[in-house]
């Protein structure tokens, strides 16, 4: 059963940084997709940053230039660089994978105080 474990949310500055990881249990054999969405109460979710099937990279130009997605096949984790942080990046942060359907995280917290 595929499991996609998330870490390294908290609670950070305005202009601070964090790293979320996310680990995927399981074969990654047959993932198109892969990367990090965010939501906030009262709001739709939103694309963050995404691994697409032809090896190429999506962001949300609110991020564009601040974070950065990257993976480590060896460990069958993706990260998610966020730096420059604002008060406006504060929210849930999903990990998400598409292997013949979406799988989803169990999300982490990302607080940025202004």
């Known amino acids: 059963q595929v499991q996609l474990v998330e870490s390294g949310g908290g609670l950070v500055q305005a202009g601070g940084s964090l790293r979320l990881s996310c680990a995927v249990s399981g074969s990654i054999f047959g993932i198109t997709a892969m990367g990090w969405y965010r939501q906030v109460p009262g709001k739709q979710r939103e694309l963050v940053a995404l691994?697409?099937?032809?090896?190429?990279?999506n962001y949300a130009d609110s991020v564009k230039g601040r974070f950065t997605i990257s993976r480590d096949n060896a460990k069958n984790t993706v990260y998610l660089q966020m730096n420059s942080l604002k008060a406006e990046d504060t929210a849930v942060y999903c990990c998400y994978m598409r292997k013949f359907r979406d799988y989803w995280g169990q999300g982490t917290q990302v607080t940025v105080s202004s």
């Open positions: 691994f697409t099937s032809g090896g190429g990279t």
